[in-house]
């Protein structure tokens, strides 16, 4: 048994008790890897050194707290500073962050030390972690399969047990489609929740950070230790904290559950719509109610987030120009052609094809007809969740149409990929919180349940997932590597 | 029909600072025709009264008061810069 089957309560009652140490701790983390990192590649950096001084120091401070001396991994395009950091583009492979991310800084006090960065899709572009430039990351239950993404590198740490937990970032489900491919549970907090200063930013009208780890409780821990309104970033909202562990009562009965007839119609396999229509029956039988609701502009949330998403990337991307920092081309005849063959060597195909798309949709002629037209659908999309929350506390879904695919299946054709973020691209376009817990398994891989709730009331959707996991063992089942 | 000629897709390459090859071109000219085609069933929505969303909270200006506060150390930002001398980011030359 790994120490990191605990949960935290108990892994610091474990230090409390002093049965462990921290560097224990730290120790249990990188022998993990040592094991297992070379057939998962979930880590693009380690730094051990640091991380080895740091469990030694928290050990002598006689600091406390839920999280204090817990090893953790840090999604790759949250800047850290002293470890590189590269959004797994060759744009950044040298770049050594001079400032920490505000998350990174919460962290810190919490007390949690970083062992290193952890793959995902290139600038978090793609939904397989295969877009990365470095390394394809492997699904802890079957290595043939994705871990999804593009936080694949964070949901695959977790699952096979190389750090208690890690930080993702979603901006169209890339922290719950891969907490689902892995049978782990990863949390996308309500935009404005948790700052995203030092997150390098893919689309900031939609990214947020948020936590993945092996129970929901942790998770709601680590949440707790990174929110707050932060001057950084205009976009964090000015809301107070809140005990979101201590609120896990297990008690659902009479909350009303909605279950949009979109998240089980089309495309969706018949295995994981059996696996929510059990869960529903475990919530029913704790005494909670559901009923099925229409959330009618679901189908154009996929082309809607493209246009925006890709949009802003265009924006966000071009900072990367090979002046200040990062990958600078070679043999440029002029400042033009350097910008150019810097961004055309230093981006990958997925990268590319965002920035053209976004710079397309944002050209002059175009902008009312696609970027206006898709901000338009947003305020109907958002709309639909607004009226549902008016009689339903949450809503349940699937996280994903199907379980995880196999590496090289559908990374050709990009339609195909992005429209397996069909069922959480709508929570980030209107801007709720939503959860992924274990919930089934098809073919030997996870499934996930999604439980969304309303703006700010991450309490209600940890609860819910809460009860749900206690009444069920799937979150215990571990892969076998 | 097609919505992107390959002309289209060399002159959003020229405006995002791509540098493309003739192979690229021909390949996103494909591709970002399938997603355009894709999009556009938003047409089959009426949006004439929908008001565009750019920020999903009610969120107004947020200010700050206007003081003075240290920045970057110089050395610490020059750290990641590709070229560099006497203290500055050296660029190809810009003035004929």
Redesign the interface.
């Known amino acids: 048994m790994s120490l990191f089957d605990h949960k935290l309560n108990e892994i610091q009652s474990m230090l409390h008790k002093k049965e462990i140490t921290i560097p224990d701790l730290v120790d249990e983390s990188f022998k993990r890897i040592a094991a297992v990192d070379g057939d998962v590649q979930a880590f693009l950096t380690l730094d051990e050194e640091n991380a080895r001084k740091q469990a030694e120091e928290l050990q002598k401070s006689g600091k406390t707290g839920i999280l204090n001396g817990v090893p953790i991994g840090v999604k790759d395009n949250i800047v850290t500073k002293g470890i590189r950091t590269t959004a797994a583009s060759q744009i950044l492979h ?3 962050p ?2 920490d991310a505000t998350v990174v800084n919460k962290l810190r006090e919490a007390g949690t030390i970083t062992v290193g960065k952890l793959n995902m899709d290139e600038f978090a572009m793609g939904s397989s972690t295969e877009n990365s430039s470095y390394q394809k990351t492997r699904n802890p239950w079957n290595l043939d399969r994705v871990p999804g993404g593009s936080s694949g590198g964070s949901a695959a740490a977790v699952a096979v047990g190389e750090v208690p937990f890690s930080l993702g970032s979603d901006t169209g489900g890339s922290i719950r489609q891969p907490a689902s491919f892995c049978g782990v549970v990863g949390l996308k907090p309500t ?2 929740r948790v700052s995203r200063f030092g997150l390098i930013a893919f689309a900031s ?1 939609l990214d947020q950070i948020g936590p993945i780890t092996r129970n929901v409780e942790d998770n709601a821990h680590l949440l707790e230790a990174i929110v707050g309104v932060d ?1 950084h970033d ?2 964090s ?1 000015n809301v107070p904290g809140e005990s979101f562990a201590g609120n896990l009562t297990g008690d659902v009965k009479g909350l009303r559950i909605a279950v949009p007839k979109e998240y089980l119609g089309e495309g969706v396999s018949e295995e994981v719509k059996q696996s929510v229509l059990a869960a529903l029956k475990v919530l029913e039988g704790l005494g909670a109610t559901w009923e099925e609701v229409s959330l009618p ?1 679901s ?2 949330g ?3 987030y ?2 925006l998403a890709s949009s802003e990337a ?1 924006s966000n991307l ?1 900072r990367f ?8 081309a070679e043999n ?10 810097t ?2 060597e230093g ?1 990958g195909d997925e990268v ?2 965002r ?3 976004g ?2 949709a944002l ?1 002059s002629g175009y902008y009312d007809a ?1 970027y ?9 999309i ?1 709309k639909d969740f607004e009226d549902v929350f008016e009689s339903y506390d949450v809503i349940i879904g699937p996280t994903t149409p199907t379980p995880a695919f196999k590496i090289g299946e559908i990374i050709d054709d ?2 195909t990929m992005y429209a397996n973020d069909i069922l959480t691209i709508p929570v980030n ?3 709720v919180p939503g959860i992924s817990v274990p919930c089934g398994f098809s073919d030997g891989m996870p499934l996930g349940l999604q439980i969304i709730g309303r ?1 700010f009331d991450e309490k209600t959707v940890y609860r819910v997932a809460h009860a749900y996991e206690q009444a069920t063992d799937f979150h215990k089942e571990k892969p076998a590597l | 029909m097609t919505r992107i000629s390959e002309e289209q897709v060399r002159h959003v390459a020229h405006l995002a600072r791509l540098a493309v090859t003739d192979e690229e071109v021909h390949k996103f000219t494909e591709q970002l025709d399938a997603i355009i085609t894709f999009a556009e069933q938003l047409n089959e929505l009426d949006t004439s009264n929908v008001k565009p969303t750019s920020h999903v909270l009610d969120m107004k200006n947020v200010l700050r008061e206007d003081k003075s506060a240290p920045g970057l150390d110089r050395e610490e930002v020059l750290k990641n810069a590709p070229d560099q001398q006497d203290g500055q980011i050296r660029v190809p030359s810009i003035i004929e």
């Open positions: 040298n770049f050594d001079i400032y935009y404005g009208s001057p205009s976009t909202a502009h189908k154009y996929v082309a809607t493209y246009l265009s071009a120009d090979g002046i200040r920092y990062g990958y600078r440029a005849e002029n400042l033009i052609d350097l910008y150019k063959k961004r055309a981006f590319k094809r920035i053209m798309l710079t397309f050209s696609y206006k037209k898709a901000q338009q659908v947003r305020t109907l958002k990009p339609l376009l209107a801007g703006h």
